[in-house]
């Protein structure tokens, strides 16, 4: 028979597994209490950042269909639960495993695909969603111009032709 403490963890595992958008696991041997609690400070109120038991992780990866999981699943690992923006997930703790060399990166899953740590470097390499949304924004108004002036052009143009002509019989 199960012991109800570890059946309880598992169903909070599969919860926030089910919650998340993206899932990154970590290695945090040799970091401080205090660095981990930096880190969880960085990472913000979208994302929960939690030690858990291998086994218990590898069930819960199991039963909500995450067996990509279960191979990273080894060693002393925290599991980053996003639920917000990815990218600025993947930022900040790209940017920490920098500072603190011994934050290693192992791997994730975001939208169903497996991320490997190269995926989760180069998904921290983006710009911010806002950053991409203005530039999109900029492109789209700068097109509405090109279009406005392609609209207004011949119109300007005739204007330009009759007056050209006016002046031309004025003088003859």
């Given at each position: 028979m199960a012991n109800p403490k570890k059946i309880a963890?598992?169903?909070?595992?599969v919860e926030r597994f089910r919650e998340a958008n993206a899932v990154v696991l970590t290695e945090y041997r040799g970091l401080t209490v205090q660095q981990m609690k930096d880190l969880r400070t960085r990472l913000g109120s979208d994302v929960k950042y939690a030690v858990v038991k291998n086994t218990l992780a590898k069930i819960a990866a199991k039963e909500v269909?995450?067996?990509?999981?279960?191979?990273?699943?080894?060693?002393?690992?925290?599991?980053?639960?996003?639920?917000?923006?990815?990218?600025a997930a993947a930022k900040t703790l790209s940017t920490f495993a920098k500072e603190n060399p011994l934050l290693v990166l192992k791997g994730g899953v975001m939208d169903g695909n497996e991320l490997s740590a190269d995926d989760i470097k180069k998904l921290a390499s983006l710009e911010s969603r806002?950053?991409?949304?203005?530039?999109?924004?900029?492109?789209?108004?700068?097109?509405?111009?090109?279009?406005?002036?392609m609209f207004t052009a011949p119109a300007s143009k005739a204007?330009?032709?009759?007056?050209?002509?006016?002046e031309k019989q004025e003088a003859a």
């Open positions: 963890a598992v169903e909070g595992i269909g995450l067996d990509s999981l279960v191979g990273n699943l080894s060693g002393p690992t925290a599991i980053a639960y996003v639920k917000g923006d990815p990218v806002e950053v991409l949304l203005a530039k999109s924004a900029g492109v789209l108004k700068a097109l509405m111009y090109q279009a406005a002036y204007v330009r032709t009759v007056d050209a002509l006016r």
